[in-house]
């Protein structure tokens, strides 16, 4: 009897083994196996895979500003005369060049300096009579068209006598001569003296091509005038 339960036992314990390999037994145990699990989905032919987003793309970077820089002052225009020295001026002419200069605003750019010049050679007509006799002759002479000149009214021994120039350099003294002769005046001749006048001279510096052209206009009004470099 044993050996017939042990028989009928081992059969059922087969055929049971066998149903559960065949899948008899799904609906009671699930076997996890993918038939079954694909029976038991809900509408699973209708289930569709979903990609995921793209993501978004990243903005481009935004540029930096630019600095901001601090505004450039006006460069500086170049020097085109360093130094340049104008005229012998007497006071009084002196006070009218000055005058203009004030025009062109050009500050601590322009300085006066006092001259104590020496001048030894003067082109004259020597001593008249008289006060008549050197009023006739300057009368001459404005009739021949000079009129650059003054009585000598002094107690020196050229009293009476007229000067028409006094110069440093006897060189200026002969061609002052020599244009005089070219008018007709036949008695003029160059002596030694000494004359000390005060008079001014000015200096510029550091002028600009601008600052420049603008002198040279006031210039042209003093022709007389010597230009020549600052010692």
């Known amino acids: ?40 989905q809900i509408n699973a032919d209708k289930v569709r895979v979903i990609p995921a987003p793209a993501a978004a793309p990243e903005p481009p970077p935004e540029p930096a ?18 130094c340049t020295e104008i005229g ?15 025009s062109l605003s ?10 104590q010049e020496v001048a030894s050679h003067m082109v004259y007509i020597p001593p008249q009579a008289d ?7 300057a009368g001459e002479l404005r009739a021949l068209g000079v009129e650059d000149f003054f009585i000598i009214q002094d107690n020196s021994s050229l009293r009476w006598g007229i000067s028409l120039g006094v110069f440093r350099h006897e060189e200026a003294a002969r061609a002052h001569l020599a244009a005089l002769t070219r008018k007709g005046v036949r008695s003029a001749r160059i002596g030694q003296r000494t004359v000390t ?9 550091e002028l600009d091509e601008d600052a420049k052209a603008a002198l040279d206009k006031v210039k042209a009004g003093f022709p007389k005038q010597e230009v020549r470099a600052c010692s």
């Open 1 to 40: 009897m044993m050996l017939k339960f042990f028989f009928w036992i081992l059969l059922l314990g087969n055929a049971g083994l066998l149903a559960y390999q065949h899948g008899y037994f799904d609906a009671l145990l699930p076997s996890g196996r993918e038939p079954a699990r694909m029976k038991q």
């Open 65 to 82: 500003p630019e600095p901001v820089s601090a505004p450039v002052s006006e460069a500086k225009k170049p020097v085109v005369l360093a």
């Open 88 to 102: 012998n001026f007497p006071p009084d002419e002196a006070k009218r060049f000055s005058a203009e200069l004030a």
């Open 106 to 115: 050009l500050g601590d750019r322009v300085k006066q300096r006092a001259l």
């Open 131 to 137: 006060k008549e006799g050197a009023d006739k002759k």
């Open 197 to 205: 006048s005060s008079q001014v001279a000015f200096q510029l510096r």
